[in-house]
């Protein structure tokens, strides 16, 4: 998402290389038939964190914004759209206009623009649901179908990995079935590059293998970090001296966040100051803040992971989602647990209200929990710092970790909080 904002404001041109120019010019060519004879086209483009999905999104916006065809990007994400609203539309008049939301289609009949681009797709849900002042426009449509309608050219960009949320169904079956469905033209490229974590796909491997995905029978057995010169992975022995060895890195001018598992209630601020609800054995942080307003030096939701000041609370996944960092660190909190060898999720140590509910049943809560991680371990390019508050999970990821990469604990007193 950096790099996307960079690529809006500087106007250069991105680098595309194998199946990213490959998917770049696919929606190119959709366009200049749409733009030609009116016909209609699906592009799908799936691949990992990293993969430069929201890079070729910003860049076909620029793109097609440079050559006068009438293009939007939508998501589902508040935090992705308001800060791609905020960094990389700051020179547009409206920038509204350029970045909005997957509901903001409902009304929708008909093509009202050549390309819609949905960034983040694997957030696509069943239905819309309206800002309360619309609820009267709801229609009940899929919401597939309100995005399709609205463009002559729907690009749809998403990892079916980053699924978090009970609702949440976007995946390419179910988008390549639309397109079968309604009898129009469907176009997938996968990337399969990796430019996240240095580049590493020895990384986004042991990722997966850790975390038991995909969710195979039997699972993957987690294996030992082998290492990697071009991404540092480091396991703290406590919170403070991960937050300090993080620290010290941002002052050495790198951008570093901690997110942790949603395993701590979320209060809301009292008298004018964030509540630490994340408590770790004396160590305690607040969440990032909750709705748009900055409370003290602490940024408002939208805009924690690149705001000044975000630091100092911990994000959870929903804030986090679709953001990148030089470093980053991750608390894995009760909600995942090594047992018997492998990395079990467990209900009991959940504070998420969806994720957690009696309607969720234990195979959807137990993917949506490795997927929470999926995306939590996956937002560094420089390097990765994991705590675990479980004493057996953090002996267990010992094992995995070599004894010279881990921060030992950290005495110093911690910085203030906010």
Known sequence: MLYA??????????????????????????VEEARRSRLRRIVAVTGGPGSGKSAIAVQLLSDLGARGVQASI???????????????????????????YFNSFIEDRGPRQIALICDEAHRLRETSTADPSLKHLETCRPQIEELVNAAYVPVFLLDEHQVIRPGEIGSLAMIHNYALATGLGFTHVHLSEQFRYGGSARYDQWVLDLLGLPSNDPPPRPAKWPGDERFEVRLAETPESMESFLREKMRMGHTTRITAGFCWPWSDPVEGSLVPDVRINGWERPWNVKGLQDIGNAPAQPYWALADGGFDQIGCVYTAQGFEFDWAGVIIGPDLVARGGRLVPNRAGSCDPKVSARSVDDPKFNLLIRNTYKVLLTRALRGIVVYAVDDA???FLGELIARDARIPADTSPSAPVN
Do not use: C
């Open 5 to 30: 904002a960079d690529v809006m404001q500087q106007r250069h041109h991105f680098t595309l290389i194998n199946e990213q120019q490959v998917a770049y010019e696919q929606v190119m060519n959709a």
């Open 393 to 395: 999970t953090r002996e």
């Open 74 to 100: 939508a998501t589902g994400s508040q935090a992705f759209t308001m800060s791609l609203q905020r960094y990389a539309g700051k020179d547009h008049p409206q920038p509204q206009h350029l970045f909005q």
